[in-house]
């Protein structure tokens, strides 16, 4: 089945613990995102990267990192530095190519709480 | 900047009523718009996508409508069923490829 991977689907950390997301596509998608969701608030955009080995930063990549060392894989690191980490954290990818090229899906989320 | 503004943040319907969900920008000049499902603690279901230069989608029950020059955007469900039941996003791409701006969402119940 063609989709997008998250995981864990929960996950916990003490306070001042690196850690990383993991996600993985299988849609042959040329653009992958990261956004984080927040109670009462809409979908916030990280890092985005449109080719492999280049990404962007979004609006709120303060205390994040990324790699986009393989087409499949767009792995997101949460560091010591984010001040409000615990969130719900969401994967996506676009073709970025072709019709509708640009129409987002979506991988399941990982909930990420930090104490 | 673009803001993306969705109206009303909670609605209750009985089953069988057509309903009508409402998201506004405030930039025009936007590249495509998208609607989303999301069921609590999920990820998001694409539900439609507009192109600027298109006016309407339709799939199954659901129909949107995109009006770029007011900034508006509607998202029309017919005979809407408990299933339903969701939060609904509405999200711009100003430039394409970049990302999506989105809406905060507005929480659909439908009672049986």
């Known amino acids: 089945d063609g989709g997008i991977t998250q995981s864990p689907k929960y996950l916990f950390r003490k306070e001042g613990q690196n850690v990383t997301l993991s996600c993985e596509q299988n849609?042959?998608?040329?653009?992958m995102y990261w956004y984080r969701q927040d109670p009462g608030q809409g979908l916030r955009l990280i890092y985005y990267?449109?080719?492999?080995?280049?990404?962007q930063k979004g609006d709120i990549a303060e205390g994040y990192s990324v790699s986009r060392e393989k087409k499949e894989s767009f792995p997101l690191t949460v560091t010591s530095a984010q001040k409000n980490p615990t969130a719900f954290y969401l994967c996506?990818?676009?073709?970025?190519?072709?019709?509708?090229?640009?129409?987002?899906?979506f991988g399941p989320g990982t909930r990420l709480t930090v104490t | 900047k673009q803001e993306v503004t969705q109206i009303p943040a909670a609605l209750s319907v009985p089953e069988g009523e057509n309903l009508v969900l409402n998201c506004s920008f405030t930039?025009?000049?936007?590249?495509?718009l998208q609607w989303f499902r999301q069921d609590p603690g999920k990820g998001l279901t694409s539900l439609l996508l507009?192109?600027?230069?298109?006016r309407e989608q339709t799939s199954g029950r659901l129909n949107a409508s995109l009006d770029k020059s007011s900034g508006r955007s509607t998202l029309y469900i017919a005979a809407s069923q408990p299933g339903d039941s969701a939060t609904y996003l509405c999200?711009?791409?100003?430039?394409?490829?970049?990302?999506?701006?989105f809406g905060k969402g507005t929480t659909l119940s439908v009672s049986s």
């Open positions: 996506a990818s676009s073709p970025g190519q072709g019709v509708n090229s640009y129409e987002q899906y």
């Open positions: 849609l042959n998608h040329d653009a």
């Open positions: 990267s449109q080719i492999v080995n280049d990404f």
């Open positions: 930039d025009s000049a936007i590249y495509n």
């Open positions: 507009i192109q600027s230069s298109q």
């Open positions: 999200a711009v791409e100003d430039q394409a490829g970049t990302a999506l701006i």
